[in-house]
């Protein structure tokens, strides 16, 4: 007889930043606490996370089956789980207020032993609601290392102002000043010698023992 079970949970995240998590096989690493990393084992038929897509976490190996951007994501087990045709649904519908997502993970399998069902539904339920608890807690405030940034364009659509994550300003993007040897040279007909005090010109002259360099 199979077996189903559904957890739920309600966050401030978005569809899009928990459809991310769970479509790239690494970001399981970052969101679940599980023993070891998750990694990515098989590309999707047509793209990178989508369909198809293989991702070895321990103890098992799943292959994604549904892949609707942002709203719903599905797997199977293929190895490593003590049961038959399991496989989850996640179903990721907006707040109406529209300040995040009413999550639902449903599982459905068999066992492999006649009779153990209760036994393992009382674990898999535990396993389900780890994850709604997992998944939100990390996306609601998602460090800017997480691999799930990586699918930034999980649909192959650009994604609207990034807003969903937090974004992180990089002092590396600035462009640098421009040389001091440049300006210097716009008023020409200034000899360098002239008064040499002159307030104005003294401070762009680049300080060499400073140091940084
Ligand atoms: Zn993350």
Redesign the pocket.
Known sequence: MPQEIEVAAATTAAPE?LF??LAVPE?WG??GKFPTRARQVRKGDTTTYGVGCVKQIWPAKEQTVAYEPYSRFSYIALSGLPVRRYRSDVHLDPQEDGTGTYLRWRATFEPLVPGTGPLLGFFFRLMLKSFVRWLPD??EG??AT????DAATCNGRKRGTGRE?PAVPSARTRPRTAPNRTRGRKPPTTPRRRTGRSPAASPRRPDRTSGTW
Do not use: F, G, Q, S
């Open positions: 930043v991310r998590h970001a970052a969101w990390h996306a998602c460090p997480c691999p799930a940034r994550h």
